[in-house]
T-cell receptor
């Protein structure tokens, strides 16, 4: 069946360093969503990308959707302690549901 | 607005017991979902519903049943609980999909379920 993978599984960074997580799908996606889950919390929607090669920014966060619509990335510039959490990508192939990746857990050392 | 409300928040069951998890949303969303979250495995879809009276199987439906009798409620049932069902269960809801794209999902706070 369709799979969505993410790397790395864990990332520990010093505050102020950059961070990137990568998402790869075994099949072409119609769109991709990104969510953030704080420790002990629930996933919260961050953004959705629909177009091939699309790039969107939210302050220090930059999201990209690959040209082939099979991969995506989330880059955080100059991490802060408020960035701690697990970042999930979720790929859409059928329009009534998405498939979540396993997530990348980010720790930020002050 | 409460958003998506899950009850209970915590529960401990013995193997073989049954229980129902309740999800209620007040955003008039058509779509509702039940996921389980286990360490290192992300969110796996159990069952979902695209409207009142409809349900469909997700990735890991075995051992679970669901019902969507009212638009705002989505119930997840465990008929005979097993230790492998120990997990955190999340309910989510969304508007119907748009052309060529899914819709953002809104999650509840989760139910932490332990099966002994």
């Amino acid at each position: 069946g369709q799979q969505v993978m993410q790397i790395p599984q864990y990332q520990h960074v010093q505050e102020g360093e950059d961070f990137t997580t990568y998402c790869n799908s075994s099949t072409t996606l119609s769109n991709i969503q990104w969510y953030k889950q704080r420790p002990g919390g629930h996933p919260v929607f961050l953004i959705q990308l629909v177009k091939s090669g699309e790039v969107k920014k939210q302050k220090r966060l930059t999201f990209q959707f690959g040209e082939a619509k099979k991969n995506s990335s989330l880059h955080i510039t100059a991490t802060q302690t408020t960035d701690v959490g697990t970042y999930f990508c979720a790929g859409g192939t059928s329009y009534d549901k998405v498939i979540f990746g396993p997530g990348t857990s980010l720790s930020v050392i002050p | 607005n409460a958003g998506v409300t899950q009850t209970p928040k915590f529960r401990v069951l013995k193997t073989g017991q049954s229980m129902t998890l309740l999800c209620a949303q007040d955003m008039n969303h058509e779509y509702m979902y039940w996921y389980r979250q286990d360490p290192g495995m992300g969110l796996r879809l159990i069952h979902y519903s695209v409207g009142e009276g409809t349900t469909a199987k997700g990735e890991v439906p075995d051992g679970y049943n669901v019902s969507r009798l009212k638009k705002q409620n989505f119930l997840l049932g465990l008929e005979s609980a097993a230790p492998s069902q120990t997990s955190v269960y999340f309910c989510a809801s969304s508007y119907p999909h748009q052309p060529y794209s899914n819709q953002p999902q809104h999650f509840g706070d989760g139910t932490r379920l332990s099966i002994l």
